[in-house]
């Protein structure tokens, strides 16, 4: 592959970029930024677009988020020979990216950095982006990056896998920011507390795997941020008394809370819902918990007293 800068100069010839196989139909500045990840991740790509499961949900929240659907286009790469490694991106009339979708590790912290001359964006959602344990790169992608785009217009975010309270604190000074959905990273309780008075933030979800890191104490911490209407609270055991009571200061607000992959007994969800009668809760069964992750089903059960551990023992011992 070209270096990064024989890239970045051929790149700025041409409207219609061509590198590593791909045409990409941008503004040639932001080819150049797009053009730079796979050389980043040391990774040869071919051409993919967007995934057809992400496509409906990602056209959607740009309208909602006041874009025309109708003038936007995408495309997109997958590593050669993985294709569930991908990165695809959306775009305006005037080749802007406007949305970036992946799997995989894309997002190291000199990249997010490289999107301050993204001047359109308005998304980034990637799943699995960086490394877990003791690899020495997952510092590399623990989200501080962000730190750059504080005065950019993104306003939805959803991220994971090497992403820490480190990445937290910068995403939280996002003045633009109205949706953030992280899960399955090395975020904790004590990351939430930056998003504290975000006055912006009317959609925030977590899902930390039933791990100690996030415990329903958690809720007292959403609680604290003013406006929203739609709140994710994943993978975690929740009582009333120790979490959903934390909520009542958003009585009368509340559209959505997303308890998916939580347990929590019937009587605690009834309080619940009588707090916010106008909210849609949604849980799923204890089997459907095991057939989503069985990691996730298993630190539950540790964690729930008896009568919610069971049903949970049972569909895991059933699933084997």
């Avoid at 051929?10 to 050389?39: F, K, R, T, W, Y």
């Avoid at 309270?165 to 920011?177: N, P, R, V, Y």
């Avoid at 890191?213 to 003013?226: D, H, N, Q, S, Y």
Wanted: aromatic fraction near 6%; proline fraction near 4%.
């Amino acid at each position: 592959m070209k270096s990064l800068a024989a890239l970045s100069l051929s790149i700025l010839c041409i409207h219609h970029v061509n590198a590593a196989g791909l045409n990409l139909p941008l503004d040639p500045a932001e080819a150049a930024i797009i053009l730079a990840i796979p050389v980043a991740e040391g990774v040869e790509v071919e051409a993919a677009d967007l995934p057809g499961y992400a496509k409906k949900g990602l056209f959607e929240i740009l309208t909602a988020l006041g874009l025309d659907a109708t003038k936007l286009k995408s495309a997109g790469m997958s590593v050669k020979g993985k294709s569930g490694t991908q990165l695809s991106f959306i775009y305006d009339a005037g080749g802007h990216v406007v949305a970036l979708h992946g799997n995989g590790p894309w997002l190291r912290n000199s990249t997010l950095r490289s999107f301050k001359g993204l001047s359109e964006l308005r998304s980034i959602r990637i799943d699995h982006n960086g490394f877990v344990g003791k690899d020495a790169r997952a510092a590399e992608y623990d989200g501080r990056g962000f730190d750059a785009l504080i005065d950019s217009k993104i306003a939805d975010i959803k991220i994971g896998l090497s992403f820490s309270d480190k990445g937290m604190e910068q995403c939280a000074k996002i003045k633009s920011l109205r949706s953030f959905t992280v899960g399955h990273s090395q975020a904790s309780e004590a990351g939430i507390v930056f998003f504290t008075g975000h006055a912006g933030l009317t959609h925030f979800s977590i899902g930390e795997m039933a791990s100690n890191r996030v415990t329903e104490k958690a809720l007292a911490t959403i609680a604290k941020i003013p406006n929203l209407t739609h709140i994710g609270f994943k993978e975690c055991y929740v009582t009333y008394n120790g979490g959903f009571t934390y909520l009542a200061s958003f009585k009368g607000k509340l559209v959505e809370i997303d308890l998916t992959m939580s347990v929590a007994s019937l009587a605690d969800l009834a309080k619940l819902q009588a707090d916010h009668p106008q909210a849609k809760i949604l849980t799923i069964p204890p089997v459907e918990i095991v057939k989503r992750h069985k990691f996730i089903a298993a630190n539950l059960a540790k964690l729930s007293p008896p009568e919610l551990s069971a049903p949970l023992k049972a569909a895991l011992e059933g699933s084997k």
